[in-house]
């Protein structure tokens, strides 16, 4: 496993993240004690929606996951609404 200083992380950090990316791992060191490894990330980092993709259990969608939310309106509030729903029930 490859070591790299605190500083040399600092100016090359995409370089060491795409060799991360390629699955090497990486220790960080800060004076010489190792602080920190960069790697790919274990199977426990992974959601379990994400593992069960990976093994092709799970199918992903290909749309929108969800419609857009519609804006609030400024209209008149819910709670006044059903009041008076209410009181016309009453009568």
Known sequence: MDQIGLRELRH???????RAEAGER???TDHGRVVAEIGPP?????????????????????????PTPLPATTGTPISEVLRQMREDERW
């Open 42 to 66: 274990g199977e426990d980092a992974l959601s379990v929606r994400d593992q069960l993709a990976a093994k092709g259990v799970l199918l992903r969608g290909r749309g929108r996951p969800f």
């Open 26 to 28: 990486i220790a960080v």
């Open 12 to 18: 090359h950090a995409g370089e060491y993240v795409r």
